[in-house]
């Protein structure tokens, strides 16, 4: 017997009511050992070789032809590999799942959407909401690994995907489905099936808020690629990011939208996350924001306005709380704008999220308008850092910000003079004013 932390898989011979590994309360649970010593093996075993005997096989990527979904596993599907898919209930997993099946199904991959939570009808019902119809697309339940391998074996799919992973259970393990033993012991022998067969395994996982089983995080280090999908469900954006890819960049993101026939992708996210901009009111600036490699244009707003109740509040949504409450303090000392006895609220419309420091400028901008109640200029968008000291640091690529601010229309772009410094026109039709501090940015603005 030993005791095992339902969040992240710690083990210890003794219960403990925090996880010293994740600091989780009440997660530890008693889990049975395997009870016999029998582990699938991914093959035969070879002599160590040097690194350059190794021949390189032509890389064989399966692309799905869904652009978003492609660009995030690094440009298709390796064969062999298993991919977790993780995301909260009702995000549009499944949804995912099968449109990509359907999508490779038409491109003549049999496949099979292997299923321990639905019925057999409702997978049918949902693909007909899909118009997901493809003769290869086979449908399976169960949740007997050992019995699950026993059918889709002979079959030879050219792709399975298990939807989800912690409703799988091997009889080799007494615990129950969903246990963190369960779930890392079916996984392995799905891992085990994909290195043996080449054929893609796709794992759905559940991400849940009370550790009531067994989470994605703990097969992140099993598999070969871990996409989440991500969003609000007030929202009608979805973003599948990869947090880890042997056999790409984890910096890539995929946006979708959740329309009633399905997910449907969004080319140019910029486009669709502006399209609601208000016109000339205080407080709405642009700015060119990096998810990976991907530039995209977001809108951020906020509201300042004397407190009524006297003690100020601050609300942030979508941006850092702490990063707002830094910036407050710099205007203070900086620019001697007192905002402290203002409530603010800070807001990134479409309901994503920045974590870049880049975006700093945009809030500082955005809470002056708010508080002078001028409008900035329509056309402008606006990225850098900000210091303590109210010096204005320079960012990563602005080209890429630049360019995708160019396509969409912006003619004019305010940013670290650092940045800016000797390449006035390296964006053709777009005027670039570099600021170095915040004294200047308020002079570009107004
Ligand atoms: P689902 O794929 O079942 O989520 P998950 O597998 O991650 O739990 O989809 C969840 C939601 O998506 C569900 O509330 C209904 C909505 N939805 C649509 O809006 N359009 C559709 O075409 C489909 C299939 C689902
Ligand atoms: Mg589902």
């Known amino acids: 017997m030993k005791h095992v932390c339902r969040s992240c898989g710690y083990q210890s011979p003794k219960w403990l009511g925090r996880c010293p590994e994740c600091g989780e309360w009440n997660t530890m649970t008693e889990e049975q050992e395997l009870s016999h010593k029998k582990r699938s093996r991914a093959g035969s075993l070879q002599d160590p070789k040097p690194i350059d005997q190794i021949t390189l096989a032509p890389e064989m990527r399966l692309t799905t032809g869904i652009k978003e979904f492609d660009r995030t596993l690094g440009g298709g599907l390796v064969p062999g590999s298993l991919t977790l898919i993780g995301g909260d209930p009702g995000i549009g997993k499944s949804t995912l799942v099968m449109q990509v099946l359907d999508r490779l199904s038409i491109k003549g991959v049999r496949s099979i959407y292997l299923s321990g939570e639905e019925s057999a009808q409702q997978i049918r019902l949902r693909a007909d909401r899909l118009g997901a ?136 996210p910029s486009r669709v996350l502006l399209g609601e901009r208000p016109e000339g009111a205080s407080g709405s600036v642009v700015t060119p924001c990096l998810e990976g490699t991907r530039p995209l244009l977001l809108e951020i707003q906020a509201l300042v306005g004397s407190s009524a109740i006297g003690i100020p509040r601050r609300t942030a949504v979508g941006v850092d709380h702490n990063r707002i409450s830094l910036l407050v303090a710099v205007l203070g000392k900086r620019l001697e704008m007192q905002l402290g006895d203002q409530d603010i609220f800070v807001n990134v419309a479409g309901g994503l999220r920045v974590d870049e420091p880049a975006a700093d400028l945009a809030i500082v901008s955005a809470m002056i308008s708010s508080f002078l109640n001028r409008p900035i200029e329509r056309d402008a968008v606006i990225f850098g850092e900000v210091g303590l000291t109210g010096e204005i640091r320079g960012v990563s690529q602005p080209d890429l910000r630049v360019r995708e601010a160019k396509k969409l229309g912006f003619n004019r772009c305010i940013m670290p003079k650092s940045n800016a410094e000797g390449r006035s026109d390296f964006v053709k039709g777009i005027k670039i004013e570099g600021a170095a501090s915040l004294q200047e940015l308020f002079r570009a603005l107004f």
Request: hydrophobic letters at 40%; aromatic letters at 8%.
């Open 133 to 268: 119809s493809s003769p290869l697309l086979h449908v399976m339940t169960g949740t007997c690994v050992e019995e699950i391998m026993d059918k889709v074996r002979p079959f030879k799919p050219g792709l399975l995907a298990v939807d989800s992973i912690q409703t799988m259970f091997t009889e080799d393990i007494s615990s129950a489905p969903g246990s963190v033993g369960q779930v890392r012991e079916s996984a392995s022998r799905f891992m085990a099936y994909a290195k043996q067969t080449g054929v893609p395994v796709f794992l759905v996982g559940h991400v849940t808020k009370d550790g009531a089983i067994a989470g994605p995080k703990l097969l992140e280090h099993l598999v070969d690629t871990v996409l989440y999908f991500e969003g609000d469900t007030a929202h009608i954006f979805r973003i599948l990011r990869a947090v880890k890819n042997r056999y790409g960049s984890t910096n890539e993101i995929g946006v979708f939208e959740m329309k009633d026939a399905g997910l449907e992708e969004v080319g140019n």
